[in-house]
């Protein structure tokens, strides 16, 4: 078996992890207003959104970060990636920002166009949503033309942020072109399903957006499976894994359109 030497997300690119890692003590002190602040906006609590994308970009530059190891040396450290990289952290960044703002001021970051300026902020928002996942696309294909290490491995890799990225944005760009992300319920946050809030009464354009751009995970953790079975030149169970996520996707993408819900 080929000795996989990646130990840490700094390995792959320490910029990204280091952001990461910042996101996810971000959730220190929101999870202390969270505690402390009574405040609801859409039923919840104003800090639920600004936790939920701190916790979900400081996953997303994570695992770019650590995917990218797996991209040759050479490409890995030259100018595209570095630029690509910037392209990623300064997106992530404003998203953070953005929706902690508009939470502190018990506001909507999405699906307000009340003034100019939130209309304008949520058109940027859209901007950054867009660099996120085609940078990360990109990067996959990146990985999938200038591997290394482990081919299941590098191929998981490569796939997962590829389809992911596609997947992700899809969905996301038809949720933002809707008045909201509720189809056929009432909208309201409140009654969701626990923790991730998925709507109960009708259907939720967020559950098919959050499997797409999980693929990102799902598909280098099963190549890891793979890889530690030593099925390290059988991937068609990778890309059976890729078909199964990608239908999974559209599945829930058609029952949310259809005004049913997950569960």
Not at 44 to 57: E, G, R, T
Not at 118 to 140: D, E, K, P, Q
Not at 182 to 205: Q, T
Request: hydrophobic share 50%; aromatic share 12%; net charge positive.
């Amino acid at each position: 078996m080929t000795r996989l030497s990646l130990k840490t997300p700094y390995e792959g690119n320490r910029w990204l992890a280091a952001t990461g890692y910042f996101f996810a003590l971000c959730l220190i002190p929101t999870g202390l207003a969270y505690l402390l602040d009574g405040r609801q906006f859409n039923g919840i609590s104003v800090w639920i959104k600004p936790m939920k994308f701190q916790a979900s970009l400081a996953v997303h530059l994570l695992t770019v970060s650590l995917l990218l190891a797996f991209l040759q040396e050479e490409k890995r450290f030259g100018r595209l990636i570095f630029w690509l990289s910037i392209t990623l952290i300064t997106a992530g960044a404003f998203e953070v920002l953005y929706v902690l703002w508009q939470g502190a001021q018990a506001s909507g970051s999405h699906y307000n166009l009340s003034t100019p300026f939130t209309r304008v902020m949520y058109s940027l928002m859209g901007v950054g949503a867009v660099c996120l996942v085609a940078v990360s696309a990109w990067i996959g294909v990146l990985i999938l033309r200038h591997p290394t290490g482990p081919k299941v491995l590098a191929t998981g890799a490569g796939l997962g942020l590829l389809l992911g990225g596609i997947l992700g944005g899809i969905t996301g760009a038809w949720m933002s072109a809707q008045p909201g992300h509720w189809v056929g319920g009432i909208a309201s946050d409140a009654g969701g399903l626990p923790i991730i809030g998925w709507a109960r009464d009708g259907g939720d354009l967020r559950v098919a957006h959050f499997f797409g751009l999980h693929m990102m995970q799902a598909l280098p953790l099963l190549a890891l499976v793979l890889w530690t079975l030593r099925r390290q030149t059988g991937r068609v169970p990778l890309y059976i894994g890729a078909i199964l996520g990608t239908l999974l996707t559209l599945a829930t993408f058609v029952q949310a359109i259809a005004g049913r819900p997950f569960l």
